[in-house]
């Protein structure tokens, strides 16, 4: 069974300060992808980052970065100098690669993320 | 180039009731899927459509069907409406061009519609 749990359900920071948010992901499954997404208040669900199990590389991108760890199912997401536009609630994401599931996303529960000026 | 579109955005029906959500890919993706998200949680994979035929069905009652028409477009079909059925309905499609490929492609979302069962 695929599982994401997000265990902070709410993070509260100030304007400028570094925030991650974690993620843990279970699957018995050699090939997956993991993503995460961010979802403003319109509701609309934006893609943030996507990561292939078999590239552990960890990459930044602009304020963006993402710690991913096979050995400890983790896909972590921390963005830098957090902005008041980047209070949202931001999901991580658990695809697989089986033909039955195709395309189905797995979600976590969420992690409300309030930057305060 | 214009994202997913769903439509209504919102709308408030009574238990019993049925309703119909319909949803626009982006141009040139032929796969849509549909999710629920119920208040505070993710959300909940309903159904998958690629090429007209269903292809995904996650653990939803058979009060939820879907279609998926030559254009591409879909709808979603709730019947018998039951408070819990109150939720965010995101539409979102991705580029598959066949069965296998493009499944390491992010899925687009629309703003999705929001249904108040009352």
């Known amino acids: 069974a695929q599982k994401v749990t997000q265990a902070q359900t709410e993070i509260s920071v100030v304007e400028k300060e570094d925030v991650t948010l974690d993620c843990v992901y279970e699957t018995r499954d050699t090939t997956y992808y993991l993503f995460w997404y961010k979802q403003p208040p319109s509701g609309e669900l934006v893609f943030l980052i996507r990561?292939?199990?078999?590239?552990?590389q960890n990459e930044i991108s602009g304020r963006y970065s993402w710690n991913f760890q096979k050995s400890t199912s983790s896909f972590n997401f921390t963005i830098t100098a957090s902005q008041v536009v980047d209070s949202a609630v931001y999901f991580c994401a658990l695809k697989t690669d089986r033909g039955s599931t195709l395309g189905r996303l797995y979600f976590g529960r969420g992690t409300q993320l309030t930057v305060w000026p | 180039d214009a994202g997913v579109t769903q439509s209504p955005t919102h709308l408030i029906k009574t238990r019993g009731q049925q309703v119909t959500l319909r949803c626009s890919p982006i141009s040139g993706h032929k796969s849509v899927s549909w999710y629920q998200q119920v208040l505070g949680q993710g959300p909940q994979f309903i159904f998958q459509y690629y090429e007209k035929e269903e292809r995904g069905r996650g653990n939803f009652p058979d009060r939820f069907s879907a279609r998926q028409f030559p254009n591409y477009s879909s709808e979603l079909n709730v019947n018998a409406l039951l408070l819990g059925d109150s939720a965010l309905y995101l539409c979102?499609?991705?580029?598959?061009?066949?069965?296998?490929?493009?499944?390491?492609?992010?899925?687009?979302f629309g703003e999705g519609s929001r249904l108040t069962v009352l």
């Open positions: 990561r292939n199990s078999f590239d552990e």
């Open positions: 979102a499609s991705s580029r598959l061009t066949q069965l296998g490929e493009g499944r390491t492609g992010e899925l687009f």
